[in-house]
Each structure stands twice: as C-alpha cells, then as structure tokens.
C-alpha cells in the first residue's frame, strides 16, 4: 500500500521539488508529460489538490473539477494530437493504478492497438 503520510511524486512536482515536463499550469490543474511515455502523445493533468486519491473519490468531492480536467484535457488534445485522444482514469492497484493522487492520462498521435496505459 502506498504511504499516504509522503507527499506523492505529483505533489513534488507541482511544489517543483523534482523535474518535469510542464505543458500547462491552471490555478488548481497542472499537466506534464509523462515519464515512461506509452502512446506518441502521453500527457496527464493532474490536481494541485491531492485530496483526492482517484476519479470516484473526486467525481463524488468536486465534479467541477473533473470538469475542469476534462477540459484541459480536450484543449490540450488540440495543441498535442489533432484533438483525438483517449482519456484513461486508472483506478485501483489493480487497474493500473501506481500513483494515489488522481491524474487523468491523455494519450493520442496515432495509439497501438491494446495500449491502455
Ligand atoms: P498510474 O499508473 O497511477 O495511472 O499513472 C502514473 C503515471 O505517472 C505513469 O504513467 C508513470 O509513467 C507516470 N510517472 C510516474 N512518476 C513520474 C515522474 O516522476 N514524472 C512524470 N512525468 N511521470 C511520472
């Protein structure tokens, strides 16, 4: 189980304590590239807010928020692929789940068939 009393790696690099790709900034959203990409486009927007630790937690908490993901996601879409993307919420170790802050991947510019990220 993840610690949750460790500020998560998102957390870090919203607070820039470790490096990253930074492709937009809001008041309550960044978006970076990810680090192991699995699609030619690989972004994730990510709540400055780590109080919630996935899209149910956060659908349930602040859906304006969600909203708010989902459209960065599309404007961010835009300028990276074309406007076509997949938006994938992993949710639960399970499902793929790694990183207990909740982030939304965009992936898009041409997907391999099965890469789910
Ligand atoms: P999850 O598996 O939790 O849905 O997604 C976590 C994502 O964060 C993974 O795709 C992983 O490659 C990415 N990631 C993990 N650590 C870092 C990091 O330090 N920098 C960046 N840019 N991405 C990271």
Known sequence: MPDHAEPSIFTRIIDREIPADVVFESERLIAI??????APVHLLVIPKDPQFRDVVELAAGDPELLAEMVAAAATLA?????GQFRLVFNTGTDAGQTVFHVHAHIMGGGLTEGSLG
Do not use: L, M, V
């Open 78 to 82: 835009e300028e990276h692929c074309g």
């Open 33 to 38: 590239r990810d680090i192991a990409p699995k």
